[in-house]
C-alpha cells in the first residue's frame, strides 16, 4: 500500500480564498483523522471520522473550517474563507480499529 | 481528559551515548501510549506503543520506553544515539483503543559527531 496519500503537498494562497485539503487513507481503514500542527500549539486533532461519519469535530476552529468524507477512499478539509493565522502543516492520518494511526506527508499551507 | 508533557524542548547528545527523552501523561482512563519521530518535511511515524500488555515496549530503529503507572511515565530510551536518529519526537497518548491521539508538544533531539 502507497500509505496515507495528502494532497496537494505545498499550497500557497491568498487571504479569503477559498482553500481545500485532500487525504486518501489506506485501504481497509476505518478511521481518518485531520491534526494541524504549528511551531505555537504543536498538534491539535480537529476532526475524527470512523465509517465515513464524523465522530468527534470539537477540535475544528471556528466555522471557516469543515471536512467532509464521501466515501471509504477520500476526504476533504476545506477552509473558506482562509486567514493567515490558517499557516500550518495539516497532517491526515487513518487507522484500522484497534490499531495504530498512520500519518500522511503532510500539507503545509500558507495564507499570504 | 488526556495530557502529556514532554519535559526538554531540545535535547543534545553525542553520537554513541545514551538517549533519554522523557514523556508524562494524565489520563482518566487506562491509557495506550505512544512515541512518534517526525524528520524534517515528513509526517510523523511510529516508533512504539504500549497498550496494556508489557511494561518494557521494544520499538524500531533499538528505542525503548518503560510505561510505570506509579510515576505517570513512558519515557523513551536508546542505549547508544547515531546520527540518524535526529529528529523530532512527539509521545502521544489515547483513551484506549480509539486512537483519538492527545499529543505533547515534541522534543527535538540533536545528535552531535
Known amino acids: 500500500d502507497a500509505g496515507v496519500i495528502q494532497s496537494p503537498r505545498h499550497e500557497v494562497t491568498e487571504m479569503g480564498q477559498e482553500v481545500t485539503l485532500r487525504c486518501k487513507p489506506i485501504s481497509g481503514h476505518n478511521s481518518l483523522f485531520w491534526y494541524r500542527q504549528t511551531m505555537m500549539r504543536g498538534l491539535e486533532l480537529l476532526i475524527y471520522f470512523n465509517n465515513n461519519v464524523p465522530i468527534d469535530d470539537s477540535g475544528m476552529p471556528e466555522d471557516r473550517f469543515s471536512a467532509k468524507m464521501p466515501n471509504a477512499s477520500f476526504s476533504t478539509l476545506k477552509i473558506q474563507p482562509s486567514e493567515p493565522r490558517d499557516s500550518a502543516v495539516y497532517f491526515c492520518?487513518?487507522?484500522?480499529?484497534?490499531?495504530?494511526?498512520?500519518f500522511g506527508q503532510g500539507t503545509r499551507l500558507t495564507v499570504v | 481528559a488526556q495530557s502529556v508533557t514532554q519535559l526538554g524542548s531540545h535535547v543534545s547528545v553525542s553520537e554513541g551515548a545514551l538517549v533519554l527523552l522523557r514523556c508524562n501523561y494524565s489520563s482518566s482512563v487506562p491509557p495506550y501510549l505512544f512515541w512518534y519521530v517526525q524528520y524534517p518535511n515528513q509526517g510523523l511515524q511510529l516508533l512504539l506503543k504500549?497498550?496494556?500488555?508489557?511494561?518494557l515496549v521494544k520499538g524500531i530503529n533499538g528505542f525503548e520506553a518503560e510505561f510505570k503507572k506509579s510515576e505517570t511515565s513512558f519515557h523513551l530510551t536508546k542505549p547508544s544515539a547515531h546520527m540518524s536518529d535526529a529528529a523530532e519526537y512527539f509521545c502521544?497518548?489515547?483513551?484506549?483503543?480509539?486512537?483519538?491521539?492527545?499529543f505533547g508538544k515534541g522534543t527535538l533531539l540533536t545528535v552531535n559527531p
Open positions: 502521544a497518548v489515547s483513551p484506549g483503543s480509539n486512537y483519538k491521539l492527545t
Open positions: 492520518a487513518s487507522s484500522e480499529d484497534g490499531a495504530e494511526a498512520f
Open positions: 504500549y497498550t496494556s500488555a508489557a511494561t
